[in-house]
């Protein structure tokens, strides 16, 4: 009956959760939220379910979800308030769901991303960990069930943008030679190795043209982001670790390229604004209006590009050795990143131990090949406690 696109929003109160409630808020005659979820800021998605009355919230933290279940009762809303990490699995598998944005940050939300790829659900692709961990399995799930699947991360919206005919699958069919992977820099594009020892969480976290959560901040100053999203294209447009190419370009407004084999380049332009690539995939193939700024090409006046340096930032090579050797390396990798990460913003350790405390953990824990999401949770185990152990040595 209801001609809206029904959504979940998974992680609604992170970044990319809150930019696509500001682009669905624009279009009420379009989508129709279903389900919201978050970790445990029950304030921020008590107001979230106010503006957009959700059959379902959900939280992980049980104390948080009792506080929400509390206040939307005193305000009269019929919002079922869920807890736990089950919980996120059934909003984004609902018969009533159309679309899930999957923009829970770090391994955490790989399950529900899975669960709704499963369903035949329309995946808005944000949590780039779920295609490091599982990238097989998951792209095995979208085929099998015929989902659509939309990338959110700007670089690889922009791929898709100028790929013939939308997705083309096997990127060699397209008549594609290169994919030219764009990266800022973050803010310590021009900070010496000797000055990176001693740079603070607040320094890694202050990116030069981007506002995002704080884990893919850290990425982005350690270049890991860039790493990971290294092995995200991998699995989306079917390339290799050598039809990949880092682009270091500092003013953010070319999102990435696609080399084709006749010497053509198409890029996509526009501000650094992660609601453009959100609307493009909420509205795809239309266009809606997204409340991003024209570019103003006069005023950006030049752009810059050079090559990646992998000594100041190592951890860039190691998620290109990382998909190169396959198997659980990429989990083991992304399970020692994220736990470097939440160490080096808890001062625990030096923003330089972070690709020495994963080449530790690399070092340690065996590859085995991946099968079964299991084989993806144990890799994901493993490293959490070689990284931990390596902090505590
Ligand atoms: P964020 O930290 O701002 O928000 C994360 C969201 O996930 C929050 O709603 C939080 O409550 C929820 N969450 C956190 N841990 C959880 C857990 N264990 N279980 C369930 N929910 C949990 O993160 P973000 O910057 O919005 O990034 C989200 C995802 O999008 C990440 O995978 C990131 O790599 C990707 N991404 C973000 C941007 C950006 O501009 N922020 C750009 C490209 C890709
Ligand atoms: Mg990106």
Same mark, same amino acid.
């Given at each position: 009956?209801?001609?809206?696109?029904?959504?979940?929003?998974?992680?609604?109160?992170?970044?990319?959760?809150?930019?696509?409630?500001d682009?669905?808020?624009?279009?009420?005659?379009?989508?129709?939220?279903?389900?919201?979820?978050?970790?445990?800021?029950?304030?921020?998605?008590?107001?979230?379910?106010?503006?957009?009355?959700?059959?379902?919230?959900?939280l992980?933290?049980?104390?948080?979800?009792?506080?929400?279940?509390?206040r939307l009762?005193?305000?009269?809303?019929?919002t079922?308030?869920?807890?736990?990490?089950?919980?996120?699995?059934?909003?984004?598998?609902?018969?009533? #769901?159309?679309? #899930?944005?999957?923009?829970?940050?770090?391994?955490a939300?790989?399950?529900?991303? +899975?669960?709704?790829?499963?369903?035949?659900?329309?995946?808005l692709?944000?949590?780039?960990?779920?295609?490091?961990?599982?990238?097989?399995?998951?792209?095995?799930?979208?085929?099998?069930?015929?989902?659509?699947?939309?990338?959110?991360?700007?670089?690889?919206?922009?791929?898709?943008?100028?790929?013939?005919?939308?997705?083309?699958?096997?990127?060699?069919?397209?008549?594609i030679?290169?994919?030219?992977?764009?990266?800022?820099?973050?803010?310590?594009?021009?900070?010496?190795?000797?000055?990176?020892?001693?740079?603070?969480?607040?320094?890694?976290?202050?990116?030069?043209?981007?506002?995002?959560?704080?884990?893919?901040?850290?990425d982005?100053?350690?270049?890991?982001?860039?790493?990971?999203?290294?092995?995200?294209?991998?699995?989306?447009?079917?390339?290799?670790?050598?039809?990949?190419?880092?682009?270091?370009?500092?003013?953010?407004?070319?999102?990435?390229?696609?080399?084709?084999?006749?010497?053509?380049?198409?890029?996509?332009?526009?501000?650094?604004?992660?609601?453009?690539?959100?609307?493009?995939?909420?509205?795809?193939?239309?266009?809606?209006?997204?409340?991003?700024?024209?570019?103003?090409?006069?005023?950006?006046?030049?752009?810059?590009?050079?090559?990646?340096?992998?000594?100041?930032?190592?951890?860039?090579?190691?998620?290109?050795?990382a998909?190169?050797?396959?198997?659980?390396?990429?989990?083991?990798?992304?399970?020692?990143?994220?736990?470097?990460?939440?160490?080096?913003?808890?001062?625990?350790?030096?923003? +330089?131990d972070?690709?020495?405390?994963?080449?530790?953990?690399?070092?340690?824990?065996?590859?085995?090949d991946?099968?079964?999401?299991?084989?993806?949770?144990?890799?994901?185990?493993?490293?959490?406690?070689?990284?931990?152990?390596?902090?505590?040595?």
């Open positions: 009956m209801s001609q809206h696109i029904r959504l979940t929003v998974l992680g609604s109160t992170g970044s990319i959760g809150k930019s696509t409630l682009v669905v808020a624009r279009h009420p005659d379009r989508y129709r939220i279903i389900a919201l979820t978050a970790q445990q800021q029950d304030e921020l998605l008590f107001e979230q379910c106010q503006r957009f009355q959700p059959s379902y919230a959900v992980l933290d049980e104390a948080a979800s009792e506080r929400l279940r509390q009762a005193a305000a009269g809303l019929e079922e308030v869920l807890c736990g990490a089950a919980a996120l699995e059934r909003v984004s598998t609902l018969p009533e #769901v159309d679309a #899930v944005m999957a923009a829970i940050v770090g391994a939300g790989m399950p529900p991303t +899975l669960a709704a790829a499963h369903t035949g659900k329309k995946i692709l944000a949590n780039k960990e779920t295609l490091v961990l599982a990238g097989h399995l998951f792209m095995d799930a979208v085929r099998h069930s015929g989902s659509a699947l939309l990338p959110i991360d700007s670089e690889h919206n922009a791929i898709f943008q100028v790929l013939p005919g939308g997705y083309a699958g096997d990127m060699k069919a397209g008549g030679s290169k994919i030219l992977l764009t990266a800022s820099g973050g803010p310590f594009r021009n900070t010496s190795l000797e000055q990176l020892k001693d740079v603070t969480p607040e320094q890694a976290c202050a990116h030069p043209n981007w506002s995002m959560g704080r884990k893919i901040s850290v982005s100053a350690s270049m890991m982001n860039k790493g990971l999203e290294v092995i995200e294209a991998h699995w989306l447009f079917n390339a290799s670790a050598d039809d990949i190419q880092v682009v270091v370009h500092p003013q953010s407004v070319i999102h990435s390229m696609v080399q084709y084999v006749d010497g053509s380049v198409l890029a996509q332009l526009g501000n650094p604004d992660m609601r453009t690539p959100i609307a493009y995939a909420l509205a795809w193939p239309e266009r809606i209006e997204a409340g991003v700024a024209p570019l103003d090409l006069f005023a950006i006046a030049r752009l810059d590009f050079s090559a990646p340096d992998f000594t100041r930032f190592p951890c860039l090579a190691l998620a290109y050795q998909l190169r050797a396959g198997g659980t390396i990429p989990a083991l990798l992304n399970a020692a990143n994220e736990v470097a990460v939440a160490a080096f913003l808890d001062r625990e350790i030096a923003f +330089l972070i690709p020495r405390l994963i080449e530790a953990v690399l070092g340690k824990v065996a590859r085995t991946v099968n079964t999401l299991q084989d993806v949770l144990d890799a994901d185990a493993a490293a959490r406690v070689a990284a931990q152990e390596w902090i505590a040595r």
